[in-house]
């Protein structure tokens, strides 16, 4: 038996060169494409990481005139607070060492003479005349009890007048 | 003929990628900037806010203290002209006033004035000088005061110690000396 292939070969259909440049110009514009495509769109993420930067760069702006305006304010404060601390320590250290001298004369025993007192910024000295040694005892007790001052030490120093004079040491508190 | 098309068509999508893939890259490090530098205002502004917390502007003591920090930069300026002469009116106090003003010194930015003066009159007279002499000069610190009774009502005090001035208020930022 004879068998007869009627099939026709055909040699395979090659592409026109206007097909072949429309190919390679498909191939070139969908990249392009691709390509401006991601482009655009990471530009868009930027402009938006820039928006956001703007805003917080104004935020951040109007904060720190915020924080100028509570640091003048603490700064103020902390002045007037440390310039009235400062008068009413002076004011007070003042009243403090005349009510001690005040109370240096006053609390003297009948009989008893002030001389002089040197009243420095935490101890007094005080010099006295006294007729005897019990009346400088009640007096330096009279002096503790004020709460002014602590007696440290009392020395008698001679005698001057007919009385004994004692030189005092005494600390502020 | 397609030969050079292909390879011309090549060279331009590689071009085209080539350019893309730098200009990318170039976006994409300034993207990670751009985050750096968000990332670093969020910081700062999470830190201003959490400064400001609670502050709904100026408290209503503000005029008051500014104000009173006006008027004491006056008054401490008057008493800084007036020194010796308010010095010396206590002085006159004393048959013999005599008052000794040092030159002012700068301790810590505060001008300091060391002086020493004598009172002599009466104890009473004396004490309320003294106090009133506070008054005059409310940054006056005690250094010593040293007494001594020269009659049976005369009192015989001597002060040392200084007159303070503090720097401009407005403009301080020492410490008290």
Not at chain 2, 3 to 23: M, N, Q
């Amino acid at each position: 038996m004879i068998q007869i292939d009627l099939a026709v070969r055909r040699r395979p259909e090659k592409l026109t060169s206007l097909q072949f440049l429309l190919l390679f110009l498909g191939i070139l514009l969908g990249t392009s494409l691709i390509v401006g495509i991601g482009l655009v769109l990471q530009w868009n993420s930027l402009n938006n990481l820039a928006d956001e930067i703007g805003e917080l760069g104004v935020k951040r702006d109007s904060l720190e005139t915020l924080e100028a305006e509570i640091s003048r304010y603490k700064d103020l404060k902390d002045s007037h607070s440390e310039l009235m601390l400062a008068m009413e320590d002076a004011r007070k250290d003042t009243e403090r060492r005349l009510d001690i001298l005040r109370l240096l004369r006053t609390e003297l025993e009948p009989g008893m003479k002030f001389l002089s007192c040197r009243i420095g910024p935490d101890s007094v000295i005080t010099r006295c005349l006294s007729p005897s040694n019990v009346k400088v005892a009640r007096y330096l007790e009279e002096l503790s009890r004020s709460g002014l001052l602590r007696v440290i030490e009392s020395e008698p120093q001679g005698t001057r007048q007919g009385l004994i004079e004692h030189r005092v040491l005494l600390k502020i508190p | 003929m397609k030969a050079l098309v292909s390879t011309i068509f090549g060279v331009l999508v590689a071009l085209v990628i080539a350019t893309g893939a730098y200009i990318g890259l170039r976006n994409r490090r300034q993207h990670l900037d751009f985050l750096e530098e968000r990332r670093a205002l969020v910081t700062e502004v999470e830190e201003l806010e959490g400064k400001s917390t609670g502050w709904n502007g100026l408290p209503e003591d503000f005029s008051r203290i500014e104000s009173e920090l006006d008027s004491m930069r006056g008054i401490v300026s008057v008493i800084q002209t007036q020194l010796s002469e308010r010095l010396a009116a206590r002085g006159s106090l004393s048959r013999t006033p005599k008052l000794v003003l040092g030159e002012p010194q700068d301790t810590a930015g505060w001008q300091v004035y060391p002086f020493s003066l004598i009172l002599e009159g009466r104890p009473e007279a004396v004490d309320s000088s003294m106090r009133a002499l506070q008054d005059d000069l409310p940054f006056m610190h005690l250094q010593h005061l040293d007494a001594t009774l020269i009659s049976s009502r005369r009192l015989k005090l001597e002060i040392t110690g200084s007159v303070r001035f503090p720097p401009d208020p407005q403009h301080r930022n020492t410490a008290t000396p």
